[in-house]
C-alpha cells in the first residue's frame, strides 16, 4: 500500500500549478471549439504538439467531433480498441491507424472528396502521376475496364478490369459505366458504383482516361475538376513516344498523329498542368483536390 502524502507545495508553487492547470484548460477549450467549428480536423488535433493537448484524453476530443458526441465516441474506442482512459500522446501507431478506419468508415470528420478527370497525350507522364496517386491515401484512382488484352505487366483487377466484348456490353447495357469510349481499336470504361463510395468517404477520387471519356464525364458531374497534362514540349514528347517499346515505324507515326489531336484538346479543360517535374504536378494535383 502507498502511504506516501503528497508533497506539502508552497503558496507560492500553488499559484503556479493553478497557472498552468487553468493555462492547460483554456488550450483544450480553444481546440475543442475549433473541432466544433471545422477549423481543425481531428487528425490535425492529434499532431498538436502543446502539452495540455498531448495529455488530453482521446475520448475528450474525439466526442467534440462534430456529429460524434458521447456515445458514439465510446463506440468507436471499443470497436478501435483503445482504452477510455488512453492520451492522446499515448496512442500508438496501430491504434492510429484503427481510429483513422473507424473515422473514415462513419463518414465522419471528412468532406466528401473530389473528382478529377485527367487526360493528356500518350507518353506525357500520365501512368508514373497515377502511380504516385495510388500510394498516397487522400486518393482512390479508378481502375477501368477495357477489351484490350493485358501487357506483361498488368494485373486482372489492379491494373484494369480486363474484360470480353460480350460482357463490356452487359455493363454498358446495365447502365455500369459512368463513361465510356474506343481507343487504338479497343473500349474502355470508369465503372460507377465505387466512384461515390470512395468520394463519400473522402477520398479524391482520380480517373485516368481520354479526351471523349472526359467529355462524358463533365456532362455526367459539372463538378468533376478536368484536368490536362501536356509536355515541357512537343519535341520531348515526340522523343518519348520514338523512344517508347519496340513499335514500328508505321506504329510511331500513327501514335505521333493521335498525340497531337490530343494535344489539341488542351484548351477544353479547365485546368493546364505542364509536367517539367512529375513532383511538381503531384503537388498542383493534390492543392486543386483540397482547394475545391
Ligand atoms: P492504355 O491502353 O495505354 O492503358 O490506355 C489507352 C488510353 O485509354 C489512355 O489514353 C487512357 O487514358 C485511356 N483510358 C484508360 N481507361 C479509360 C476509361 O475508363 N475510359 C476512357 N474513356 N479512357 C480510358
Redesign the pocket.
Known amino acids: 500500500m502507498n502511504t506516501k502524502t503528497p508533497p506539502r507545495l508552497s503558496a507560492e508553487e500553488q499559484g503556479r500549478a493553478r497557472t498552468a492547470a487553468s493555462a492547460a484548460r483554456r488550450a483544450r477549450a480553444e481546440l475543442k471549439s475549433e473541432l466544433a467549428q471545422g477549423k481543425v480536423s481531428f487528425f490535425t488535433a492529434l499532431w498538436d504538439p502543446r502539452p495540455a493537448i498531448q495529455r488530453m484524453k482521446v475520448t475528450e476530443l474525439l466526442k467534440g467531433v462534430p456529429g460524434v458526441g458521447q456515445v458514439r465516441a465510446a463506440a468507436i474506442m471499443e470497436r478501435a480498441g483503445i482504452s477510455d482512459s488512453r492520451r492522446i500522446g499515448g496512442l500508438g501507431k496501430h491504434q492510429l491507424a484503427a481510429l483513422r478506419k473507424e473515422l473514415s468508415l462513419s463518414k465522419i470528420d471528412s468532406p466528401k472528396g473530389a473528382l478529377i478527370v485527367m ?1 493528356g497525350p ?1 507518353g506525357v507522364g ?1 501512368s508514373t502521376i497515377t502511380a504516385a496517386l495510388r500510394h498516397d491515401p487522400r486518393f482512390w484512382v479508378s481502375i ?1 475496364a ?1 477489351t ?1 488484352a493485358p501487357r506483361h505487366n498488368e494485373k486482372d483487377g489492379v491494373d484494369y478490369f480486363f474484360l470480353t466484348e460480350e460482357n463490356f456490353d452487359r455493363m454498358v447495357a446495365a447502365g455500369e459505366f459512368l ?3 474506343t ?2 481499336g479497343a473500349r ?3 465503372p460507377k458504383a465505387p466512384i461515390d463510395t470512395w468520394r463519400d468517404l473522402g477520398k479524391h477520387v482520380l480517373l ?3 479526351i ?2 472526359a467529355r462524358q464525364v463533365r456532362q455526367a458531374d459539372p463538378s468533376a475538376l478536368m484536368v490536362f497534362i501536356s509536355p515541357p514540349s512537343w519535341e520531348e514528347l515526340a522523343a518519348r513516344l520514338q523512344l517508347r517499346g519496340t513499335d514500328t515505324l508505321e506504329r510511331q507515326a500513327a501514335r505521333l498523329a493521335l498525340a497531337e489531336a490530343e494535344l489539341a484538346a488542351a484548351s477544353e479543360f479547365e485546368h493546364n498542368l505542364v509536367n517539367h517535374q512529375v513532383e511538381q504536378v503531384l503537388e498542383q494535383l493534390v492543392s486543386l483536390a483540397t482547394a475545391r
Do not use: L
Open positions: 487526360s500518350g500520365k477501368s477495357t484490350r463513361e465510356w469510349a481507343f487504338a474502355y470504361g470508369t485516368e482516361i481520354e471523349e471519356g
